[in-house]
């Protein structure tokens, strides 16, 4: 456990910055003097493949109740969602403190997780995309994620299906916190193995569920990042698991991404 702690603390590196890239950018707290080795995610996190999908885990536990209660609490001290018209803020290039130290726990959380490659090398990733949580040259890049999203959703309030845009890498973190709820996952159109050819095939045109609770962590990558639209319907009725409706509440979701570069 030691040199594997050891090991993350070696190669950890500082977020970078960004010109400009968006008007969107938001000022926060300076970053640079972020303790790399320092993680926040719970003591028992829990990874589960979602089998019917190659590259999507799912890392129940990923915070505690305590984690999730500061991480909020340093989200709130920015000040970007204070008027409640406000349910969105974006960060481009140099993260927050809070979010650099979030990147980090993530990658430290899959180093640790028993499913780590060994090398450079992702022929294991290509040949046994089961055991792969998450290719290696994406979980060593520099900085693992520099693009930032933050998404309140009161009851009721959710988010249509969609693929990520194509301006930002494979290789997607989402942590859900709050409010328990069910993501739901549809093939695209004209994919790999899209919905008419499923029907051709005679296989079920349903769309597989992922029930998140607060503190979960959600990895995309492949297959699941490029051919499978993401979604949450929390309409009346459609927040569902194991039969029983979900207590809906207020949810706050942090996406953490990696631009492409530009040019």
């Given at each position: 456990?030691e040199?594997?702690?050891t090991?993350?603390?070696?190669?950890?590196?500082?977020?970078?910055d960004s010109d400009?890239?968006?008007?969107?950018?938001?000022q926060?707290k300076?970053?640079?003097?972020?303790?790399p080795s320092?993680?926040?995610?719970?003591?028992?996190p829990?990874?589960?493949?979602?089998?019917e999908?190659n590259?999507l885990?799912?890392c129940?536990?990923?915070?505690?109740?305590?984690q999730?209660?500061?991480?909020?609490?340093?989200?709130?001290?920015?000040g970007?969602?204070?008027?409640?018209?406000?349910n969105?803020?974006?960060?481009?290039?140099?993260l927050?403190v809070?979010?650099?130290?979030?990147?980090?726990?993530?990658?430290?959380?899959v180093?640790?997780?028993?499913?780590?490659?060994d090398?450079?090398?992702?022929?294991?990733?290509?040949?046994?995309?089961?055991?792969?949580?998450?290719?290696?040259?994406?979980?060593?890049?520099?900085p693992?994620?520099n693009?930032?999203?933050v998404n309140?959703y009161?009851?009721g309030e959710g988010?249509c299906a969609?693929?990520?845009?194509m301006r930002?890498e494979?290789?997607?973190?989402?942590?859900s916190?709050e409010?328990?709820?069910?993501?739901?996952?549809?093939?695209?159109?004209?994919?790999?193995?899209?919905?008419?050819?499923?029907?051709?095939m005679?296989?079920p045109l349903?769309k597989?569920?992922?029930?998140?609770?607060?503190g979960?962590?959600?990895?995309?990558w492949?297959?699941?990042?490029?051919?499978w639209k993401?979604?949450?319907?929390?309409k009346p009725?459609?927040?569902?698991?194991e039969?029983?409706?979900i207590?809906q509440?207020?949810?706050?979701?942090?996406?953490?991404?990696?631009?492409?570069p530009t040019?």
């Open positions: 456990m040199e594997h702690k090991l993350v603390k070696d190669v950890f590196g500082e977020s970078s400009d890239e968006e008007e969107q950018q938001l926060s300076d970053s640079s003097n972020v303790d320092e993680s926040i995610f719970g003591e028992s829990n990874w589960e493949r979602i089998e999908i590259g885990w799912l129940r536990d990923f915070l505690s109740h305590d999730q209660s500061l991480l909020l609490s340093e989200i709130e001290e920015e970007w969602l204070v008027e409640a018209s406000h969105q803020a974006m960060r481009f290039g140099n927050p809070w979010a650099i130290k979030l990147s980090n726990s993530i990658r430290e959380v180093l640790l997780s028993g499913y780590v490659l090398s450079m090398d992702n022929s294991n990733c290509n040949e046994d995309k089961e055991v792969c949580l998450f290719p290696s040259d994406l979980i060593w890049r520099e693992l994620f693009q930032l999203i309140i009161q009851p988010i969609h693929v990520d845009l930002f494979d290789g997607i973190a989402i942590v916190l409010s328990s709820c069910v993501m739901h996952f549809s093939r695209v159109e004209g994919g790999a193995l899209d919905i008419g050819k499923e029907y051709e005679g296989l349903t597989i569920p992922v029930y998140m609770t607060p979960s962590l959600v990895l995309m492949g297959e699941a990042r490029y051919l993401h979604e949450i319907n929390r009725g459609f927040q569902k698991w039969g029983k409706d207590d509440k207020r949810r706050t979701s942090i996406t953490l991404r990696k631009l492409c040019g």
